[in-house]
């Protein structure tokens, strides 16, 4: 057994430093031999010598290179710690049997709990599933009924589709609108969150989709978006703007960053409150179908009626407005996202009335989630299981920032690359999304819907090289309090005092 080995963590993988290193900073140039790490058998930062291979290494980018303290065991010496563990935590879990911790009965345990006991794996009776298993269930009943929905989509049975697929999704979430259609022959599935007004929704809807690609939808051809895509979407309207075009109008040419479309209808201000919500409605759909809704939502502000022109304005076509909308949100994004982010500004010298840690002084922040402002809001999803956190980095000055941010979403983006057995392809979930970044005037933040809090948590703790190097905080906001923790291999809340 030996405690405090020098190490390091490069690329989602663990290697010992070379006898001839004294800090990582001194690692060679180009191709060298190292011994790996790996965990195979066993959780960093305690490993079994029978798991150590011999590789050639080469450095390719030297700021995702961080120390760690490794502790070695032999693989009998290892077993024993794990059994006291699974012996302590284990019972009461739906995944332990007796004689789990007996002999060979330890291989299930040695990916999910840690010889300190840490483990994100537990399922007990009566536990509610989380919001990224839910969506992995409901693609996984949309595969067993995709040779119905293609049925229904040739015969242009949209309200079919619908009900069978919000009949099962609104079981965990809200009902969507739903369109499938084909793309580049092939079927394609459309889903929107218009007929909400949270633009919230709009990130979670954007996870459903990317939960989508791990389905069999994938192999069997389908494509899924969080939106109406342009050339698929053909929703039926009234009135019919496809047989009568409406006429669009937009702003002149004045320094408008994004424009707001007007649509010359007469009588639209003697309207009823109920005929004004169908007209709103059948614009926004035909605009989606001709634009796009990613394009609508990302290059315009606002879409409203008039039965009067204003001088300012000028007729467009679709076409113009498409090219002028595709302007607009190229030059503020540098593209057209799906969602589209708000992008904020806030007085440095005014403190938020209340803020969250480390968000006393905003400077500026972005986000597709208004709900995770600087100050303490209401968390309107956590009753269907969807959380808010973030991780905090201190400031280091302006090209250390932008580094720790680089670094930090390169690990975090490409987590599905971590080596198994940690990490299995067949446990994959969507169980987080980013949502904003908020600059402070001590540091910078990063805040993720959260999906599953478990999987979260299992992956934070997965890249504790990384966030404890970066003296980073990981915060998480319910309706029920803030808690700040200290990351590492057994995260815990900050105050919660040294280990026993």
Known sequence: MEKGVRAFFYEYKYYLLPDDCAETAELPEGEFPAKRLKEERCLAPDFIYESIAE????IEDRAKVFPVSANLYSRAEYDALLRV????HCPGCLRYSEGDGDGDGLSGHHREISLSGVCYEREEMGGRPSFADCMLYFWDFVGENLNRIAAWADEGNQTEINKL??????RFFLPLDFFCGEEDGHYCLCMSAHEYPEPDLRPIVSALAASARLSCLREAGWSVYPYFVKGVYKPRLRPDYFR?????????????????????????????????????????KYLSAVLGENLLLAGSDTIGFSDKVREDLREVTADDLAEILTARAEGAFG??????????????????????PYKEKVRDWVTTCCSMCPEYAEMPFEVFGIG??????????AEGDSEKRRVWEDYWKNLSAYPAPVFLNTEAKVFSRGVGMC??????????????????????????????AYSAKIVTVKQDGVIVYDPGYVIRPEDAGVLA
């Open 165 to 170: 697929l919000n009949g099962v999704l609104s």
């Open 244 to 284: 009568r075009p409406p006429r669009l109008f937009v702003s002149a040419e004045n320094g408008e960053e994004f424009p707001s479309v007007a649509v010359l209808e007469k009588g639209a201000a003697e309207w009823s409150p109920r005929c004004a919500k169908g007209r709103r409605s059948a614009m926004y």
């Open 335 to 356: 593209s057209v996202p799906y969602p589209p982010p708000f992008l904020l500004s806030a007085d440095s010298d005014k403190q938020a009335d209340n803020p969250l």
């Open 439 to 468: 600059l402070a005037e001590d540091g910078f933040a990063l805040d993720y819907m959260v999906f599953d809090e478990r999987a979260f948590f299992r992956a934070l703790r997965a890249l504790a090289p990384v966030l404890t």
């Open 85 to 88: 563990q699974v012996e302590k």
């Open 55 to 58: 590789e050639v290494l080469k």
């Open 388 to 397: 808010y956190a973030y991780l905090y980095f201190p400031d280091s000055g």
